[in-house]
């Protein structure tokens, strides 16, 4: 079965460091895609990056990146240079059935990230 | 961008009560999503639905209903409320994003059921 890991279940950066964030999933199937999403304590999910099983380059949007490892099947997060209102929950999706059968997400436990100044 | 909305961001019920949580999206999206998050759970998903009057159970379908009349609606029914639905629901659509198959959320709503 399908199962994403999210081993941090909390974790303090100081404002204007990096931080990287751990994803790891169990597959078997060929195509995949892996996703982040942020949730502030407002509680709206924030979609932040996606990577597609065969995309050779590691997805960016901003200041955040997705370090992927295939072969390690891992999918971190790495976001640069921490703002205070990056202080969230962060959790790692893996699209578990494909897009034409409902494209069900199955979500990691999360990570939450506090800032400090 | 896409736009999800719930239709309250908090709501207290009664047990017993039968209660409508309405999600509208406005990118014409083929599939939508009622999950809820509890401490400790994480995020589960109730129903889904990919096409009009189409329907789905995920993983957690007891006590709940759903009703997909219109494309861009997609309701959660709590037939009688129960202490134990006490949570935070969220709504989701995919099918245009940076990936097909990206969620967008709505804001979510805290139910209360006393």
């Known amino acids: 079965a399908q199962k994403i890991t999210q081993t941090q279940p909390g974790m303090f950066v100081q404002e204007k460091e990096a931080v990287t964030l751990d994803c790891t999933y169990d597959?078997?199937?060929?195509?995949?895609?892996l996703f982040w999403y942020k949730q502030p304590s407002s509680g709206e999910m924030i979609f932040l990056i996606y990577?597609?099983?065969?995309?050779?380059q590691n997805a960016t949007e901003g200041r955040y990146s997705l370090n992927f490892q295939k072969a390690r099947k891992s999918a971190n997060l790495v976001i640069s240079a921490s703002q205070l209102g990056d202080s969230a929950m962060y959790f790692c999706?893996?699209?578990?059935?494909?897009?034409?059968?409902?494209?069900?997400?199955?979500f990691g436990q999360g990570t939450e990230l506090s800032v400090k100044p | 961008d896409v736009k999800v909305t719930q239709s309250s961001r908090y709501l207290v019920k009664r047990t017993g009560e039968k209660v409508f949580l309405e999600c509208v999206q406005d990118?014409?999206?083929?599939?939508m999503f009622w999950y809820r998050q509890d401490p400790g759970l994480g995020l589960r998903l109730i129903y889904f639905?990919?096409?009009?009057?189409?329907?789905e159970k995920g993983d957690i379908p007891e006590g709940y209903s759903v009703s997909r009349e219109k494309k861009e609606r997609f309701s959660l029914i709590l037939e009688s409320a129960s202490t134990n639905q006490t949570s935070m629901y969220l709504c989701?659509?995919?099918?245009?994003?940076?990936?097909?198959?990206?969620?967008?959320f709505g804001p979510g709503t805290r139910l209360t059921v006393l």
């Open positions: 989701a659509s995919s099918g245009g994003g940076v990936a097909t198959d990206t969620q967008y």
């Open positions: 597959t078997s199937d060929q195509s995949y895609g």
């Open positions: 639905s990919y096409d009009v009057k189409m329907k």
């Open positions: 999706a893996m699209r578990e059935t494909p897009y034409n059968q409902g494209g069900k997400l199955i």
């Open positions: 990577q597609g099983s065969y995309d050779e």
């Open positions: 990118m014409d999206h083929e599939n």
